[in-house]
């Protein structure tokens, strides 16, 4: 373990234009459930297709409230753990170019990283796709968080829907075209939280592969990227991360 410490902090250390790739699983230590872990992970209660596809919401928009309610309170509650300062400390040395992450939760941003890229979108503001008007979620959020207010539309009193990316939806053109450049110039990228499950995300750290870059994955469960990392470490990022500052600082 301390070998891989060591070996990350040198890659870290080495590199010019390093990108950090975030999921689920770096949240999860501020009390926000993944997707995929037995038992705890959304998906392993409710079938995305159901509750979180565009689909899903155009039929039911109410149900997709339904589900979006306690993780929407967990996300209001939640703050940024270590992980998520260390990226930040990591990103204001000079040492991360951009943080891309698959997360809505804006805890990049509370932890003071500066570039990130929202491949997922995030819970800032909310369309309405009858008539296009946007609203800031924040008041929004409270009410339906709070009082159970469905958030609706000011000018034609359609259900409003949050700026994230559902199943059956593309991933914002610009958001994607940042983050595949990035990883294009990317010498290293660290992995952290995630499964590298979700197509087509799951794609940007071989970009980095085939471009000559190296690979560290963070993650308590395996991915099929492990035999191609230059690092794997199945441990949580919280713990990890803040060891590899150390070194960085000595």
Same mark, same amino acid.
């Given at each position: ?88 400390? *990591?990103? %204001?040395?000079?040492?991360? =170019? #951009? ?7 804006? @805890?990049?941003?509370?932890?003071? /990283? ?56 593309? *991933?914002? %053109?610009?958001?994607?075209? =940042? #983050? ?7 010498? @290293?990228?660290?992995?952290?939280? /995630? ?56």
């Amino acid at each position: 373990m301390k070998q891989k410490i060591a070996k990350i902090a040198k890659y870290i250390f080495s590199s010019k234009t390093m990108v950090v790739f975030t999921g689920a699983g770096i949240s999860t230590p501020s009390g926000i459930p993944d997707f995929r872990s037995m038992h705890t992970g959304l998906w392993t209660c409710n079938d995305p297709m159901q509750v979180a596809s565009l689909t899903s919401f155009i039929r039911s928009p109410l149900s997709f409230y339904e589900w979006l309610r306690p993780l929407a309170m967990k996300i209001k509650q939640a703050k940024p753990n270590s992980a998520h300062f260390c990226v930040s400390y *990591l990103e %204001q040395k000079g040492y991360v =170019q #951009a943080v891309i992450t698959q997360n809505i939760d804006g @805890l990049h941003q509370q932890a003071k /990283s500066k570039k990130v890229i929202e491949l997922h979108g995030s819970l800032t503001n909310m369309t309405c796709l009858a008539c296009q008007t946007k609203e800031s979620i924040s008041t929004l959020m409270d009410k339906f968080i709070y009082s159970n207010i469905i958030p609706r539309c000011p000018h034609c009193d359609r259900v409003l829907k949050p700026d994230i990316t559902l199943y059956e939806e593309s *991933l914002s %053109q610009d958001a994607w075209f =940042q #983050a595949e450049s990035y990883c294009k110039n990317s010498d @290293l990228m660290l992995v952290i939280g /995630s499964s590298l499950e979700v197509y087509p995300a799951n794609q940007l750290p071989t970009i980095t592969l085939d471009s000559g870059g190296k690979l560290i994955i963070i993650n308590n469960s395996p991915t099929h990227l492990d035999p191609l990392a230059d690092v794997v470490l199945h441990s949580d990022a919280a713990e990890i991360l803040p060891q590899v500052v150390t070194l960085l600082t000595k």
